[in-house]
C-alpha cells in the first residue's frame, strides 16, 4: 500500500454534557459531525462517537478516566485527527494534542477548513480568511496564560511573552485590514451589478435552509440550472442567481446561498453578511427544510436564529417547503400532509421526483402577487372613475393636480395592479 496516499485517519467525538438540558439530540448531532469530517477531502473517518460528560474539565474538556481509555483507542486504530463537535478553548486543544499525540479540530475549526476547501470566487476566499483570521485573533487572546508560559514568562503584564502577543496581534489586525479593504472593492462590484439587476422589475426569492436541505437540488428544479447538487454538507458556498419565469408565468430572480449549520461560528456569520445581502434584500424567503431529518425542527429552529442574527427583515414573508417527502415513512407522510394543507405559509414538496411543486409554484406566485410597491401614476382629467376606483381601493399615498390631471403615489399589490388595468 502507498502509504503517502494514505488518508487522514479521523476519530469524531461528540461531546453531550449530561447535565446541561440536551440542546440538540445526541446521535442525530453526531451523524451530523461525521458529515462534516466527510466534506473534508482526504478524511478517513474511522470511528465516531458520543462522550457523555457529567462536568467540562477546565484543561482537558474530558476526565482522567475517558482520556486515557481514548488515548488507547486513538492508538490502536493510528487515528491522526480527533473531531470535537463542540467548542474547544486554545488551552484544551494544546493539552489534548499533548496527550494524545494527534492533531485536535474544534468544530469552528472543521467547518472553517471545510469553507477554505470550498470558496471558489475572489469573494468566498477573502470572506473565509477573514473568517479563521477573527478566529485565530480570539484565539491568541485566549491563549495569552498558554503562551506566557511556553515562552518562558511569568504571567505579569508587560513581560516578553505579552510583547510576542501583542505583536502576532497586531500582524493578524493588519491582515485583516487588508482583507477588508480587499472585500470591500470586490463587493463593490458586486452591489454594482445588483443594482442594475434592481432596475429589472421582477422580484428577489431566496432560498435558505439547513445545509444538504436540497436547495440547490430545488434551484436546479425551478431555472433547469446545473449548480452543484451533492449529499455532502457546505456543498453551495458562493450565490448563485439566476432569472426564471415559472410555470405560473411569474417572472422572479432565484438566489441560492450557502446553507446554515448550528453553530455556525460566528466569524463566519460576519464574514459572510456581504454574500447573504441577497437573502436580506429578497422581497421572498424560501425555507428549505429537510422534513424527513430526524432533528427537522432543531434545523429550521437554527436556521431561523441565524437569520435574524443577520438581520433579516421580519415583514420579508417565508414560505416553508417541507422538502424530501418521497423519504417520509407512510404514517409520517399522511401526518405532515395534513399539517401541511393546513398551514398557509407550508407546502410538501420534493425536489428530486416533482412532488408538490406546482402547488409551491402556486404558493410562491400568490405570495409575490400579495406584495405591495410604490408607483407614480399620472392621469388624466377624464380618467377620473380610475382615480375613483384606487380611492375606494385605499391604495393612494399622495396626489397632486397638474393641468393635464392627476399625478398620484400608489402603494399596492401586483393583484390590485392588474385589476385596476380592467376597471380603468
Ligand atoms: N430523497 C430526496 N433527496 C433529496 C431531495 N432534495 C435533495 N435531495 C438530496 O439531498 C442532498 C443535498 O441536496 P443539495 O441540493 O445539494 O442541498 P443544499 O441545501 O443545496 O446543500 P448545501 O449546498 O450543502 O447547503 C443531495 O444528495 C440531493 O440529491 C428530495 O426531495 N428527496
Ligand atoms: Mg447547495
Known amino acids: 500500500m502507498d502509504t503517502e496516499a494514505r488518508p487522514t485517519r479521523a476519530l469524531v467525538l461528540h461531546p453531550e454534557l449530561t447535565t446541561e438540558g440536551n440542546r ?50 486513538i492508538h490502536d486504530e493510528e487515528i491522526d485527527l480527533v473531531l470535537i463537535d463542540g467548542s474547544l478553548s486554545p488551552v484544551q486543544q494544546r493539552n489534548l494534542e499533548d496527550r494524545w499525540k494527534t492533531k485536535i479540530l474544534d468544530r469552528t475549526g472543521l467547518i472553517l477548513e471545510i469553507f477554505a476547501d470550498r470558496a471558489a470566487t475572489r469573494e468566498g476566499v477573502l470572506q473565509v480568511e477573514l473568517a479563521a483570521l477573527s478566529y485565530q485573533r480570539t484565539r491568541l487572546v485566549r ?17 516578553p511573552g505579552e510583547t510576542q502577543i501583542e505583536a502576532d496581534r497586531r500582524a ?45 437540488t430545488l434551484f436546479n428544479r425551478l431555472t433547469g440550472a446545473d449548480v452543484m447538487a451533492k449529499d455532502m454538507l457546505f456543498a453551495t458556498l458562493d450565490p448563485t442567481m439566476r432569472g426564471v419565469t415559472l410555470d405560473s408565468g411569474q417572472r422572479i430572480i ?13 466569524q463566519l456569520v460576519a464574514a459572510f453578511r456581504a454574500t447573504l445581502e441577497e437573502v436580506l434584500e429578497a422581497n421572498l424567503i424560501i425555507h428549505v427544510r429537510d422534513i424527513s431529518h430526524a432533528d427537522t425542527a432543531g434545523q429550521a429552529a437554527d436556521v431561523q436564529t441565524i437569520m435574524s442574527d ?39 414538496i420534493s425536489a428530486v421526483n416533482g412532488e408538490g411543486i406546482d402547488e409551491a409554484v402556486h404558493r410562491i406566485t400568490e405570495l409575490l402577487g400579495g406584495l405591495r410597491q410604490t408607483e407614480v401614476l399620472t ?46
Open 24 to 73: 440538540r439530540p445526541a446521535q442525530p448531532a453526531l451523524e451530523e459531525a461525521v458529515s462534516l469530517a466527510v466534506a473534508l477531502p482526504g478524511l478517513e473517518v474511522c470511528g465516531a462517537e458520543i462522550v457523555r460528560l457529567r462536568a467540562v474539565q477546565p484543561g482537558t474538556l474530558f476526565g482522567k478516566g475517558k482520556l486515557d481509555e481514548l488515548k488507547t483507542m
Open 143 to 159: 491563549a495569552w496564560t498558554h503562551l506566557e508560559r511556553q515562552r518562558g514568562g511569568l504571567g505579569f503584564v508587560g513581560g
Open 172 to 216: 493578524i489586525d493588519e491582515a485583516i485590514t487588508r482583507i477588508r479593504k480587499q472585500l470591500e472593492r470586490v463587493v463593490k462590484t458586486r452591489t454594482l451589478h445588483r443594482a442594475a439587476r434592481a432596475k429589472v422589475p421582477f422580484p428577489v426569492v431566496a432560498l435558505v435552509g439547513y445545509t444538504n436541505a436540497g436547495k440547490s
Open 254 to 266: 432565484l438566489s441560492d446561498t450557502v446553507g446554515f449549520i448550528s453553530d455556525l461560528p460566528t
Open 310 to 348: 443577520l438581520g433579516v427583515d421580519e415583514d420579508t414573508p417565508v414560505l416553508e417547503l417541507w422538502n424530501k417527502a418521497d423519504l417520509l415513512r407512510d404514517e409520517a407522510g399522511t401526518q405532515l400532509r395534513t399539517v401541511a394543507e393546513r398551514r398557509e405559509d407550508v407546502c410538501l
Open 379 to 424: 392621469l388624466g382629467f377624464a380618467e377620473g372613475k380610475a382615480r375613483a376606483w384606487l380611492f375606494a381601493q385605499e391604495v393612494v399615498q399622495d396626489e397632486q393636480q397638474t393641468e393635464e390631471g392627476w399625478t398620484l403615489t400608489v402603494h399596492w399589490s401586483s393583484r390590485q395592479k392588474a385589476d385596476f388595468e380592467t376597471a380603468k
